[in-house]
T-cell receptor, first 112, second 115 residues
Framework: KNQVEQSPQSLIILEGKNCTLQ??????????LRWYKQDTGRGPVSLTI?????NTKSNGRYTATLDADTKQSSLHITASQLSDSASYIC???????????FGAGTTVTVRA | NAGVTQTPKFQVLKTGQSMTLQCAQD?????MYWYRQDPGMGLRLIYY???????DKGEVPNGYNVSRLNKREFSLRLESAAPSQTSVYFC??????????????FGQGTRLTVV
């Protein structure tokens, strides 16, 4: 069964600090991986997509990495802001199935 | 820019009651989806409609039915609500089926409590 595991489950950081979220997956054959940001009471919004051939991709202060060999991805948030407080969800798609595999998310709380 | 609109935002049902969750998108997307989100778990696909006129079961379809009313609207019906269906429900849409790699756009969610 395809699985997506995210860590940590939650974290608290001070405004201005950096943090890194992890996503490990067993989805095979791998097609792509998306990171979504979900604000409280809202639906998820895509931050970035990583395909097999991409190692690093940035979207503003968000930088995603992918190691397809070890089946790991990370999302790095630089110089955190209060608005970064949200749940970050890793979603992996395989090449065969209709189904996307969602991680349970990492809840980030940024404090002033 | 409305995007994906879900109604209602909150609902409390008694066990055995029925209700329909409504979803509409204004992005001219072909594909639409219903997910549920439970604490500590990733979103799980209930049903999807790859294109107007088609619907298919997802990962957790039991206890639900759907209707793709037209290209814009995709409704989810609970015929006889059970406490296990307490969850947050998200409707989403994408230009082509999300399993082809396109981004899915989500609504704000419906928080349903079954007592």
């Amino acid at each position: 069964k395809n699985q997506v595991e995210q860590s940590p489950q939650s974290l608290i950081i001070l405004e201005g600090k950096n943090c890194t979220l992890q996503c490990n997956y067993t989805v095979s054959p791998f097609s792509n991986l998306r990171w979504y940001k979900q604000d409280t009471g809202r639906g998820p919004v895509s931050l970035t997509i990583m395909t097999f051939s991409e190692n690093t991709k940035s979207n503003g202060r968000y930088t995603a990495t992918l190691d397809a060999d070890t089946k790991q991805s990370s999302l790095h948030i630089t110089a955190s802001q209060l608005s970064d407080s949200a749940s970050y969800i890793c979603v992996v798609r395989d090449s065969n199935d209709y189904k996307l595999s969602f991680g349970a998310g990492t809840t980030v709380t940024v404090r002033a | 820019n409305a995007g994906v609109t879900q109604t209602p935002k909150f609902q409390v049902l008694k066990t055995g009651q029925s209700m329909t969750l409504q979803c509409a998108q204004d992005m001219n997307h072909n594909s639409m989806y219903w997910y549920r989100q439970d604490p500590g778990m990733g979103l799980r696909l209930i049903y999807y409609s790859a294109s107007e006129g088609t619907t298919d079961k997802g990962e957790v379809p039991n206890g639900y039915n759907v209707s793709r009313l037209n290209k814009r609207e995709f409704s989810l019906r609970l015929e006889s609500a059970a406490p296990s269906q307490t969850s947050v429900y998200f409707c989403a849409s994408s230009e082509v089926p999300a399993f082809q790699g396109t981004e899915a756009f989500f609504g704000q969610g419906t928080r349903l409590t079954v007592v």
